[in-house]
């Protein structure tokens, strides 16, 4: 059974770092590209950043170039997203989805966990 | 960026009744690589269909997708209860990977 498990998360001040964390299990980690999805409270699902397999490769939206930094560590079978200089309007729940097909970034996000909250706040 | 456009923005509608979601992208999504995907309140996101009509382990066949190029549809034939949920469509064709703005079904 796959299952992704997010941590991390929780309130933290404007201009502060967070690191996220998604713990997998159930596949073959480093078969999978694997991305970051966040939630702003009451709005639509964004698309943030994604990894792929070997993390040789790395992608960003335009919105969080430059303050996000995904990683893998696949011994660990983890994921991870380091956020930079947090902004009120990061405050979202961030969900990692493991993609569908083995080493294709151009699949479906095929399992979800289940997220971690991130409250930007002073 | 491809931009996808979800309409209406809610629908509602009668137990029984047939729903049609629309998503329409900016310019063609090559190889129909178009999902959708379940959110009901408080959860995460399931996928529903891949491939714009591959339906995924577990959906009822009630739902279908269809579609090609600009234009995409997902279907809930005798709309249910437990199928009260945002629905959203995605593109995994091109970086950065998008989602529409989602459609909210309702149950009247």
């Known amino acids: 059974e796959v299952k992704l498990v997010e941590s991390g998360g929780g309130l933290v001040q404007p201009g502060e770092s967070l690191r996220l964390s998604c713990a997998a299990s159930?596949?073959?980690?480093?078969?999978?590209?694997m991305t970051w999805v966040r939630q702003a409270p009451g709005k639509g699902l964004e698309w943030v950043s994604a990894?792929?397999?070997?993390?040789?490769?790395?992608y960003y939206a335009d919105a969080v170039r430059g303050r996000f930094t995904i990683s893998r560590d696949n011994s660990k079978n983890t994921l991870y997203l380091q956020i930079n200089s947090l902004r009120a309007d990061d405050t979202a729940v961030f969900y990692c989805?493991?993609?569908?097909?083995?080493?294709?970034?151009?699949?479906?996000?095929?399992?979800w966990g289940r997220g971690t909250l991130v409250t930007v706040s002073s | 960026e491809i931009v996808l456009t979800q309409s209406p923005g809610t629908l509602s509608l009668s137990p029984g009744e047939r729903a049609t979601l629309s998503c329409r992208a900016s310019?063609?999504?090559?190889?129909?690589?178009l999902a959708w995907y379940q959110q009901k309140f408080g959860q995460a996101p399931r996928l529903l269909f891949y491939?714009?009509?591959g339906r995924a382990t577990g959906v009822p066949d009630r739902f279908s997708g269809s579609g090609s190029g600009t234009s995409f549809t997902l279907t809930i034939n005798r709309l249910e209860p437990e199928d009260v949920a945002v629905y959203y469509c995605?593109?995994?064709?091109?970086?950065?990977?998008?989602f529409g703005g989602g459609t909210k079904v309702e149950i009247k």
């Open positions: 989805a493991k993609h569908g097909i083995r080493q294709q970034l151009a699949s479906p996000l095929q399992y």
């Open positions: 159930g596949f073959t980690f480093s078969d999978y590209p």
């Open positions: 990894i792929s397999g070997s993390g040789g490769s790395t």
């Open positions: 310019q063609s999504v090559s190889s129909s690589f």
């Open positions: 491939g714009s009509s």
């Open positions: 995605q593109q995994y064709d091109k970086s950065p990977l998008t």
